[in-house]
């Protein structure tokens, strides 16, 4: 690398911005939408998975009574 | 104040405190960071809070190896996240190479660099189209290599280092332009 290149390194390498005003809300925000969305998600998923699954128990109940009864 | 490994083991426990923390201390370098790469403050501004979001949710994946290891991990993940982010809106596309750039221009000293405000520096570099800044930013400021810019981009090594090349001579002009301008 070249000297001014690394000079423009040296500068702008952790080179800090004015966050503009709000900024820490906004992120909050944006963090808490994220975190319910994955939540819902999580939830969702538990459901699409435990409904088939004790759905299938229950078949599988009723048709174990149903050959003892034979 | 925490040390940052201490920061990094109550950030990896879920500690809302301390991700707080690790807010006020990043979020205006990865800002800046962010805004090198997209050159739109309102986009650098939402990649920050991304790259942010994702490092709190995958803080299992940071191991600590000395002081500076925190921010470098927090570098490589904003800069993935900025990454994927151009891949995403088609921004790394090639565009035919320039051929009215003048090939010999001559090097800034480094002094005349030194006199050239962070901000106005970061400003030219955000002037440089998108694939030739990500590749400048990725190369000279962030440390990958050109394989890895190959890698990151979809180019050819070769590619990554032509697109140096005139995104050096572009940069080179701005900074020659900006002294000539300013009197300096």
């Known amino acids: 690398m070249k000297q001014w290149?690394?000079?423009?390194?040296d500068r702008l390498d952790g080179y800090?911005?004015?966050?503009?005003?709000?900024?820490?809300d906004a992120f909050l925000n944006r963090k808490a939408t994220r975190e319910r969305y994955a939540r819902r998600?999580?939830?969702?998923?538990?459901?699409?998975?435990?409904?088939?699954?004790?759905?299938?128990?229950?078949?599988?109940?009723?048709?174990?009574?149903?050959?003892?009864s034979k | 104040m925490r040390t940052e490994q201490e920061l990094a083991r109550l950030c990896t426990a879920g500690d809302r405190e301390a991700q707080g923390e690790l807010y006020s201390l990043y979020a205006s370098r990865l800002y800046a960071l962010c805004y090198r790469y997209v050159a739109d403050r309102d986009?650098?501004?939402?990649?920050?809070?991304?790259?942010?979001i994702k490092a709190m949710d995958s803080f299992k994946s940071f191991s600590f190896?000395?002081?500076?290891?925190?921010?470098?991990?927090?570098?490589?993940?904003?800069?993935?996240?900025?990454?994927?982010?151009?891949?995403?809106l088609s921004k790394l596309r090639l565009v035919p190479l320039d051929s009215t750039i003048e090939p010999n221009i001559s090097e800034?000293?480094?002094?005349?660099?030194?006199?050239?405000?962070a901000q106005v520096m970061l400003d030219m570099i955000a002037a440089l189209p998108d694939v030739r800044r990500t590749v400048f930013n990725m190369y000279c400021i962030?440390?990958?290599?050109?394989?890895?810019?190959?890698?990151?981009?979809?180019?050819?090594?070769?590619?990554?280092?032509?697109?140096?090349a005139k995104a050096r001579t572009q940069l080179k002009n701005a900074i020659n332009e900006y002294l000539k301008r300013t009197g300096r």
Not at chain 1, 49 to 66: D, N
Not at chain 2, 66 to 73: K, N, R, T
Not at chain 2, 108 to 117: A, K, L, Q, S, Y
Request: hydrophobic fraction near 45%; aromatic fraction near 6%; charge should be negative.
């Open chain 1, 5 to 9: 290149e690394d000079r423009i390194k």
């Open chain 2, 142 to 164: 962030d440390g990958f290599s050109h394989k890895d810019i190959a890698a990151a981009i979809g180019i050819t090594e070769k590619g990554s280092a032509s697109i140096l």
């Open chain 2, 108 to 117: 800034p000293e480094e002094d005349d660099v030194d006199n050239i405000p």
């Open chain 1, 16 to 24: 800090e911005m004015k966050l503009p005003a709000s900024d820490r």
């Open chain 2, 65 to 88: 190896t000395g002081e500076g290891s925190l921010y470098a991990w927090l570098r490589r993940l904003t800069v993935n996240v900025v990454i994927d982010r151009l891949r995403q």
């Open chain 1, 41 to 68: 998600r999580k939830n969702i998923l538990s459901l699409a998975v435990g409904i088939p699954a004790a759905l299938a128990i229950l078949c599988a109940i009723f048709f174990f009574v149903y050959l003892l």
């Open chain 2, 43 to 52: 986009d650098a501004q939402d990649l920050m809070h991304d790259a942010m």
